[in-house]
């Protein structure tokens, strides 16, 4: 279950599902290219589909089947359809961690969209001493892998839990900020070409109605950008959803006595390794595929505004 | 309603040697139609846009009436302005984008609604108004943005080319249909065009800008027949008029076989260059038979006939070099290519200018 995982899936089905060509340039480039080519793309990109989805349905089809049946054949079908499996995985703890995980991204995903949709927006519109240095501060941190940053990081979370306790390791407010630093820099990167594409009489033509800085933004620009507001906070939905490295450094639990504010992902991760020889294979995949749903459902649901956001920022 | 005075207002841009409007001086009566008409680059949006508070004055002051609105933000200075691709808000319905000002001046809903259904009455938009400016035609949504500008009742009306990106028939009719308004309305306005025929037929006065340097300000006709300078005589008109370098003779200048007067002070203007610029328009050339002696000589190089009368773009030889020439013909006779015709300068409707621009002829 990776971030890619979701987004590539979409992507053949739409190609193939597409029949009516919208864009009539671009489909006549793709004709002109030949059919050999054609076939070749398409044939890659139905076998990725493939090597993707495989997995997918092996997951879900095994949290319906018994261990024996997971351990015999991996194309079996489950003898008898039973969602027992669901049912021991959210007793597990799963209910708990979707629950963590539903408030800490609650959380980050606003603090998210609301500061980065603001700072590109600033960045992009206003012109001031330092703008760029701002700009490329932001951008640098795209570039910086969070892997060099996880010791640091959390030593000063648990510093800044011994000061402010509820900013410290295993908080939803601390791992709340965390987030959101983690995912502003593409968020302003990619918002900050967003806002320079739309069109300034518009900001103009409100600021001559009357509105305000503040007001500008959200009620003229911040509608006009929806599209860009959307694919990012897929984005940002995905990559925080599968977050697996930050939780599992910053939300331990600190004692016997601290409650288990385990993600999603750092769960799983757990339930698997806790099982030891005891191993509830089907539990496992239930709960595997309760954390890939609503991340599938979202994607799906806003599929085409994702595209839509992308094309019109790049293509222009 | 109220006048608007530029007073020295400049325009730097930031990293720019030059200013982009430079002492602007400029008043505008309360009630009229101003248009500043100039090429692109001369500083005609850059000035409309320091009145409506877009850009910066670096030097100078903007006064609207007797309020300094120098350094206001926009939205206190009681101005609404019409952009040239509209800048309609796309996500608000026609009603929406026309009372999005009020809205946000705290009008109540119900006097709101009067007020956009009575600017949608005027610009025929009434069916209109619960559509998106998507789905509307370019005329429909210019007409949008008149509506915006006209809801609000304000003080001063800045057009920036709202015309521009209309087909042409389209232009010929929303140009009549805004002069109108505003002569309904009353309401000063300042219209941005590089369209000399919009600069001609809609504004009260016309101020030609050059360079970030106002050039002429005065009524249309007036401009026409009185060109301050040698820029303003090539920019008004259409096709432009012909300016000429020719060499000075005794008591006024030669042009072809004829001699021009020039009064003895005017000339005295030029100091002791030889040559000035003598202009006449296309339409102040008579046509003589050939064998004449004051008759110029035009070879003729293409004919535009428009119906109502033609054109003939030529060549003469002015002091030993070829000069391009443009000559306004009868429609019902009109030469062909390649052939020779004669003119003259029709004598009361010359001008003559200094090398330097400045006009000499009175």
Known sequence: ?316 | MASVTYDKATRVYPGADKPSVDALDLEIGDGEFLVLVGPSGCGKSTSLRMLAGLEDVNQGAIRIGDRDVTHLPPKDRDIAMVFQNYALYPHMTVAENMGFALKIAGVNKADLRTKVEEAAKILDLTEFLDRKPKALSGGQRQRVAMGRAIVRQPQVFLMDEPLSNLDAKLRVSTRTQIASLQRRLGITTVYVTHDQTEAMTMGDRVAVLDKGLLQQVDAPRAMYDRPANLFVAGFIGSPAMNLVEVPLVDGGVKFGGSVINIDRADLAKAGDAKTVVVGIRPEHFQIVPAGGLEGVAVTVNVVEELGADGFVYGTTQVSGQDKDIVVRVHSREIPQRGETIHVVPVGTETHVFATTGERLSR
């Open chain 1, 1 to 316: 279950m990776s971030t890619n995982t979701d987004a590539t899936t979409g992507i053949p089905a739409q190609r193939g599902g597409d029949d009516k060509p919208r864009r009539p340039g671009k489909e006549q480039r793709f004709a002109d290219g030949g059919g050999v080519l054609n076939v070749f793309s398409h044939g890659f990109l139905a076998l990725w589909a493939l090597l993707i989805i495989g997995p997918l349905i092996w997951i879900v089809l095994g949290s319906f089947k018994n261990n024996t049946e997971i351990g015999s054949s991996a194309w079996s079908w489950p003898s008898h359809w039973s969602f027992d499996a669901f049912g021991r995985a959210w007793q597990k703890g799963i209910g708990d961690f979707f629950v963590n995980t539903l408030i800490v991204l609650a959380g980050s995903l606003t603090l998210t969209m609301l500061l980065g949709a603001m700072a590109a927006y600033v960045l992009a519109r206003y012109e001031f001493r330092g703008n760029r240095v701002i700009y490329y501060f932001f951008v640098a941190g795209a570039m910086f892998p969070v892997y060099l940053a996880l010791v640091p990081l959390f030593f000063m979370v648990k510093n800044l839990g011994d000061v402010i306790p509820w900013l410290g390791l295993n908080q939803y407010v601390g791992l709340i900020l965390v987030y959101t630093a983690y995912s502003l820099p593409f968020t302003v990167f990619f918002l900050y070409s967003f806002f320079r594409s739309l069109p300034s009489a518009v900001h103009e033509a409100a600021m001559i109605d009357g509105c305000s800085h503040s007001r500008a933004f959200f009620q003229v620009m911040v509608p006009m950008a929806k599209s860009g507001l959307i694919s990012v906070f897929i984005f940002n939905v995905l990559g925080q959803w599968n977050q697996y490295l930050l939780p599992l450094t910053l939300m331990q639990q600190q004692s016997g006595s601290d409650p288990d504010h385990s993600m999603l992902a750092q769960g799983l991760m757990n339930l698997a390794q806790q099982s030891g020889y005891a191993s509830d294979f089907p539990g496992l995949f239930a709960g595997m595929t309760i954390a890939m749903l609503p991340v599938l459902v979202v994607y799906l649901s806003f599929q085409r505004q994702v595209q839509a956001g992308l094309t019109s920022a790049t293509l222009k």
